[in-house]
T-cell receptor, first 117, second 113 residues
Framework: AQTVTQSQPEMSVQEAETVTLSCTYD???????LFWYKQPPSRQMILVIR??????QNATENRFSVNFQKAAKSFSLKISDSQLGDAAMYFC??????????????FGKGTHLIIQP | NAGVTQTPKFRILKIGQSMTLQCTQD?????MYWYRQDPGMGLKLIYY???????DKGEVPNGYNVSRSTTEDFPLRLELAAPSQTSVYFC????????????FGSGTQLSVL
């Protein structure tokens, strides 16, 4: 079974500092995508960033970047210059691949990110 | 562009009652999903559909039913509500063409008392 593990239930960072959220996953696939979703108090699930496994370059979206280590099956999210609006639950997600493709995403349990002003 | 629309946003049910959570998308996505999110947990897949007339079970399908008569709509039915079904329910869709990213609705908070 494909699993996604987020080992940090909660993280706290000072405003304007940098924080890294960890994620590891288990897979036998060689080509796949990985995702980070943000869930603010509004409850809406928002896609933050995605990574294609066959690409060597780590994905970047403005202040958000990933450290993708394929051999270690690690996919961490780095948030630079943290802002109060970054406070949210962050979920790492991996596709549930079966013989004919993926049947949805499997999610980690999430990391609650607190931004200290 | 409305995206994925879920109704209602909140609902309280009594044990044994039934209800249907509505989900519609206007992006012409073939793939649609229902997830539930329990407090402090990630999302777990209940049912999914790869197109009109085709549905399949996810990780936690017991106590739920779905149908997919059109590309746009994917309702989730609870027949005999139980306290264990108290959760936030999310509907999502995807194109399934390039990658597997999901577009989510805003969720339904359901309490069964």
């Amino acid at each position: 079974a494909q699993t996604v593990t987020q080992s940090q239930p909660e993280m706290s960072v000072q405003e304007a500092e940098t924080v890294t959220l960890s994620c590891t996953y288990d897979t036998s696939e060689s080509d796949y995508y990985l995702f980070w979703y943000k869930q603010p108090p509004s409850r809406q699930m928002i896609l933050v960033i995605r990574q294609e496994a066959y690409k060597q370059q780590n994905a970047t979206e403005n202040r958000f970047s990933v450290n993708f280590q394929k051999a270690a099956k690690s996919f961490s999210l780095k948030i630079s210059d943290s802002q109060l609006g970054d406070a949210a639950m962050y979920f790492c997600a991996y596709p549930m691949y079966s013989g004919g493709g993926a049947d949805g995403l499997t999610f980690g349990k999430g990391t609650h990110l607190i931004i200290q002003p | 562009n409305a995206g994925v629309t879920q109704t209602p946003k909140f609902r309280i049910l009594k044990i044994g009652q039934s209800m249907t959570l509505q989900c519609t998308q206007d992006m012409n996505h073939n793939y649609m999903y229902w997830y539930r999110q329990d407090p402090g947990m990630g999302l777990k897949l209940i049912y999914y559909s790869v197109g009109a007339g085709i549905t399949d079970k996810g990780e936690v399908p017991n106590g739920y039913n779905v149908s997919r008569s059109t590309t746009e709509d994917f309702p989730l039915r609870l027949e005999l509500a139980a306290p264990s079904q108290t959760s936030v329910y999310f509907c999502a869709s995807s194109t399934h063409e390039e990658d597997e990213k999901l577009f989510f609705g805003s969720g339904t908070q359901l309490s069964v008392l």
